[in-house]
């Protein structure tokens, strides 16, 4: 029997492709899928210091897999680019945040940990199921040192999204996050003060000169 020619093999290359992007792209069109609400970003000029919440993410799977004591994680993306004209976007400052629930099935306590950037930054057990959930749905007072001379434009922009647990299909993981959730950074809270008018050099009635004196 002959073998499949090229268009064959892309034909099947492509279905395999379409069948492995489905159930994320499903998932993503779910009115009730997780998202990133609640955001408040408070751009200091010299640092951002940023709180948000993800909804829709803590469901009765993720819940089972706690009561059989595995560990749950949500990895929170969060940082500035500098989107170019025909060219790739340039990354500026960026932080990631994973926060974490593991059941003990002697105690019947849950750990939670959350870890900025590969260090654990604050740990504490609970019995509430409702503490996990906003544990690893919450992060408050995140806060981004912001490079010197940072472009101030629509086109420099603070970004967050939430990657969470990775689900299987057809025995292949997939992520399930939800989208990007952007603000443009065109201008710090804090403006500095306006610069002083210097007065009109001819002398004229519209205010003193600098020196002080009339035609020598």
């Not at 897999?65 to 790739?88: C, D, M, P, Y």
């Not at 950074?185 to 002080?212: C, F, H, M, R, Y």
């Amino acid at each position: 029997m002959p073998g499949l020619g090229w268009k064959q093999r892309w034909m099947g290359m492509g279905l395999l492709f379409a069948l492995l992007a489905a159930p994320t792209s499903a998932y993503a069109a779910r009115p009730d899928g997780p998202l990133v609400r609640l955001l408040e970003v408070h751009d200091r000029g010299y640092e951002l210091t940023v709180s948000f919440r993800v909804e829709n993410a803590f469901d009765e799977r993720i819940t089972s897999k706690l009561e059989a004591g595995l560990e749950i994680s949500f990895r929170h993306q969060v940082g500035v680019r500098r989107r170019r004209t025909w060219w790739f976007e340039r990354n500026l400052a960026q932080k990631k945040v994973v926060t974490t629930a593991m059941r003990d099935s002697l105690t019947g306590l849950y750990t939670l940990n959350r870890i900025v950037d590969g260090g654990i930054v604050e740990t504490q057990t609970t019995s509430e199921i409702e503490e996990v959930r906003d544990f690893l749905s919450q992060v408050n007072d995140l806060t981004i040192p912001l490079p010197a001379g940072l472009p101030r434009d629509r086109r420099t922009e603070f970004r967050v999204r939430a990657v969470l647990e990775t689900r299987f299909f057809l025995f292949f993981p997939y992520a399930h996050d939800t989208d990007w959730v952007t603000r443009p950074l065109a201008s710090p809270v804090e403006q500095p003060a306006a610069p002083v008018q210097e007065p009109p050099a001819d002398g004229k009635p519209g205010g003193p000169s600098a020196g002080g004196g009339g035609a020598g």
